[in-house]
Structures are given as structure tokens and as C-alpha cells.
């Protein structure tokens, strides 16, 4: 393993690249910097990716947002809204192949629960960056608020 340090991160960027939906942009985290960055996955410079693949201790690729955890995550959250009307309606829609923007559109009548529902994903989010950090033994110096 290597050095095990602690750097600064730039937390909200780290967040916005753990919910990158898109497989065609890819991002990394330096270890030596701790800036994250991006780049299309059809990036057409033969230079970086060699200074990418020379130095994978340096440069780690960030995740993408994975929508199965994200279904989960919607589950849990329908399974704790105590109004059966909104339960039923969100369950339709649930069921659908992209759930988020009609759920924000249903959930924007009732803000309290629209306020659980971020808090949840927040947390999710906070609870992978974390496990993902810990796994590539990065501690970075200034924890999220």
C-alpha cells in the first residue's frame, strides 16, 4: 500500500464526481494534489492516459453514480413516507426507469419528505466517499462539515 497522508480535498468536488451519472466523463482524484478532475472517456491524448497508466498510485478513478444503489436508496426512502396516497403514487413512478425527476416533480407538494429524501442521498453519498477513501487509505485533512 502506499504512504498514507492527509491532504486537502476539495469535498464538493469529490461529491459532484461520486454523482457523475454519466459513463462518458470520467473522473480522477490526484493523491499528490488532492484535485479532482475530468475528463470524456473518448479523450483522444495519447500523453495523458500514459501519465495516467504510468502512475495509478497517483491518479484514482472516481466511481460513477451507480443506479442501483440509487433504486435502493429510493426504496428505503417510499418505504418511510407514512402517507399512503403519496406511498402509492411514488411507487408508480418508482417503478419506472428513471425515477429521480418525476420523484423531485411529486415530492415538490410535500417539501418535508423532499427534505428526507436529500438528506438520505446526502448521507449515502457522504457513506461512499468515505468507504472509498478509507480503501485507498486517503484521510484527507479537513472532514465535511
Not at 469529490?14 to 470524456?40: C, K, S, W
Not at 491518479?59 to 402509492?88: M, S
Not at 420523484?103 to 472509498?132: H, N
Amino acid at each position: 500500500m502506499g504512504v498514507m497522508r492527509d491532504m486537502e480535498i476539495v469535498w464538493d468536488d469529490l461529491l459532484d464526481a461520486f454523482e457523475n451519472p454519466d459513463p462518458e466523463m470520467i473522473y480522477f482524484l490526484d493523491r499528490q494534489t488532492g484535485e479532482v478532475f475530468y475528463v470524456p472517456a473518448d479523450y483522444e491524448d495519447d500523453a495523458f492516459w500514459d501519465e495516467i497508466d504510468a502512475d495509478q498510485e497517483r491518479y484514482l478513478t472516481i466511481p460513477y453514480f451507480d443506479y442501483d444503489q440509487e433504486r435502493q436508496l429510493l426504496h428505503e426512502f417510499i418505504k418511510g413516507v407514512a402517507n399512503e396516497k403519496l406511498k402509492t403514487v411514488l411507487n408508480r413512478a418508482f417503478i419506472g426507469k428513471s425515477p429521480y425527476g418525476r420523484l423531485d416533480e411529486i415530492l415538490s407538494f410535500y417539501p418535508e419528505e423532499l427534505e428526507r429524501l436529500a438528506s438520505i442521498k446526502e448521507q449515502l453519498l457522504a457513506t461512499r466517499v468515505g468507504q472509498w477513501l478509507e480503501e485507498h487509505d486517503i484521510y484527507p485533512s479537513a472532514e465535511p462539515l
